[in-house]
Protein backbone atom coordinates (compact mmCIF):
# COMPACT_ATOMS: atom_id res chain seq x y z
CA UNK A 1 0.00 0.00 0.00
CA UNK A 2 0.84 3.90 -1.07
CA UNK A 3 0.92 6.43 0.80
CA UNK A 4 1.77 10.07 0.11
CA UNK A 5 1.80 13.32 2.37
CA UNK A 6 2.46 16.17 1.02
CA UNK A 7 3.89 19.43 2.63
CA UNK A 8 5.18 22.76 2.00
CA UNK A 9 2.65 24.81 0.11
CA UNK A 10 1.56 28.40 1.47
CA UNK A 11 1.33 31.84 0.14
CA UNK A 12 3.25 33.95 -1.65
CA UNK A 13 3.81 37.13 -4.05
CA UNK A 14 4.12 37.18 -7.52
CA UNK A 15 7.14 36.22 -8.84
CA UNK A 16 8.02 34.55 -5.25
CA UNK A 17 8.89 30.73 -4.98
CA UNK A 18 7.78 27.49 -3.21
CA UNK A 19 9.18 23.88 -2.85
CA UNK A 20 6.57 21.47 -2.38
CA UNK A 21 7.39 17.97 -1.25
CA UNK A 22 6.05 14.52 -1.00
CA UNK A 23 6.82 12.13 1.46
CA UNK A 24 6.14 8.42 -0.05
CA UNK A 25 5.66 4.96 1.78
CA UNK A 26 6.21 2.85 -0.62
CA UNK A 27 7.53 -1.02 0.61
CA UNK A 28 7.98 -2.94 -2.49
CA UNK A 29 8.43 -0.30 -5.16
CA UNK A 30 11.61 -0.20 -5.52
CA UNK A 31 12.41 -0.11 -9.70
CA UNK A 32 13.09 2.49 -12.05
CA UNK A 33 9.32 1.66 -13.22
CA UNK A 34 7.87 3.68 -9.79
CA UNK A 35 6.49 6.75 -10.91
CA UNK A 36 5.84 10.22 -9.28
CA UNK A 37 3.97 12.91 -10.17
CA UNK A 38 2.35 16.43 -9.12
CA UNK A 39 -1.16 17.68 -10.31
CA UNK A 40 -3.38 20.68 -9.51
CA UNK A 41 -6.86 21.64 -9.34
CA UNK A 42 -8.37 25.22 -9.17
CA UNK A 43 -11.73 24.43 -7.32
CA UNK A 44 -13.97 23.84 -10.12
CA UNK A 45 -11.84 22.92 -12.39
CA UNK A 46 -10.61 19.40 -13.40
CA UNK A 47 -7.48 18.38 -12.47
CA UNK A 48 -4.15 18.92 -14.13
CA UNK A 49 -0.74 17.55 -14.77
CA UNK A 50 2.11 19.53 -13.37
CA UNK A 51 5.08 17.22 -14.41
CA UNK A 52 6.26 13.36 -13.58
CA UNK A 53 9.15 11.76 -13.27
CA UNK A 54 10.74 8.18 -12.65
CA UNK A 55 12.01 6.59 -10.07
CA UNK A 56 15.38 6.26 -11.84
CA UNK A 57 15.62 9.97 -12.57
CA UNK A 58 14.09 10.65 -15.74
CA UNK A 59 11.59 13.29 -16.00
CA UNK A 60 8.75 11.81 -18.61
CA UNK A 61 6.24 15.13 -18.37
CA UNK A 62 6.47 18.76 -17.72
CA UNK A 63 3.53 20.51 -18.71
CA UNK A 64 3.99 23.84 -21.00
CA UNK A 65 2.54 26.00 -18.53
CA UNK A 66 4.89 25.42 -15.95
CA UNK A 67 8.10 24.76 -18.26
CA UNK A 68 11.18 26.68 -17.14
CA UNK A 69 9.40 27.75 -14.08
CA UNK A 70 9.23 24.39 -11.92
CA UNK A 71 11.30 21.83 -11.55
CA UNK A 72 10.55 18.25 -10.46
CA UNK A 73 13.07 15.89 -8.68
CA UNK A 74 12.97 12.60 -6.71
CA UNK A 75 15.12 11.82 -3.81
CA UNK A 76 15.26 8.40 -3.25
CA UNK A 77 17.34 7.74 0.04
CA UNK A 78 14.96 10.37 1.26
CA UNK A 79 11.33 8.64 -0.17
CA UNK A 80 10.95 12.15 -1.70
CA UNK A 81 9.42 14.13 -4.58
CA UNK A 82 9.78 17.54 -4.59
CA UNK A 83 8.48 20.41 -7.14
CA UNK A 84 10.59 23.58 -7.11
CA UNK A 85 8.03 26.31 -7.93
CA UNK A 86 9.87 29.76 -9.74
CA UNK A 87 8.34 32.80 -10.92
CA UNK A 88 4.99 32.15 -9.30
CA UNK A 89 2.47 33.87 -11.30
CA UNK A 90 -1.31 34.07 -9.61
CA UNK A 91 -2.64 31.48 -12.41
CA UNK A 92 -0.52 29.01 -10.07
CA UNK A 93 -2.39 29.20 -7.51
CA UNK A 94 -4.52 25.80 -6.63
CA UNK A 95 -4.46 22.64 -4.67
CA UNK A 96 -1.26 20.36 -5.31
CA UNK A 97 -1.39 16.87 -5.35
CA UNK A 98 1.47 13.94 -5.14
CA UNK A 99 0.51 11.25 -6.85
CA UNK A 100 2.44 7.94 -7.86
CA UNK A 101 1.90 4.60 -9.27
CA UNK A 102 3.97 2.00 -11.68
CA UNK A 103 4.40 2.80 -15.36
CA UNK A 104 6.67 1.36 -18.07
CA UNK A 105 7.70 3.96 -20.22
CA UNK A 106 10.05 4.82 -22.87
CA UNK A 107 11.18 7.87 -22.48
CA UNK A 108 9.40 11.65 -22.35
CA UNK A 109 6.11 10.25 -22.97
CA UNK A 110 2.79 12.56 -21.30
CA UNK A 111 0.94 8.81 -21.64
CA UNK A 112 3.04 7.48 -19.26
CA UNK A 113 3.85 8.93 -15.67
CA UNK A 114 2.25 11.97 -17.37
CA UNK A 115 -0.78 14.43 -17.40
CA UNK A 116 -3.42 11.74 -17.18
CA UNK A 117 -4.82 11.50 -13.50
CA UNK A 118 -6.75 8.03 -14.60
CA UNK A 119 -3.63 6.13 -14.84
CA UNK A 120 -2.42 6.52 -10.94
CA UNK A 121 -3.86 4.75 -8.16
CA UNK A 122 -2.08 6.71 -5.35
CA UNK A 123 -2.76 10.14 -4.14
CA UNK A 124 -1.71 12.35 -1.37
CA UNK A 125 -4.24 14.83 0.23
CA UNK A 126 -3.05 17.72 -1.17
CA UNK A 127 -1.16 21.03 -0.43
CA UNK A 128 -2.45 24.96 -1.07
CA UNK A 129 -0.13 27.27 -3.09
CA UNK A 130 -1.56 30.94 -3.03
CA UNK A 131 0.19 33.67 -5.47
CA UNK A 132 -1.40 36.99 -4.99
Known amino acids: HVQLVESGGGSVQTGGSLTLSCVAS??????????MAWFRQVEGKEREGVAG????????YVADSVEGRFTISLNNAKNTLYLQMNSLEPEDSAMYYC????????????????????????WGQGTQATVS
Open 99 to 122: TADVAYCSGYDERCCGKYEETYNY
Open 53 to 60: VLRGGSVT
Open 26 to 35: APGYTGDTFC
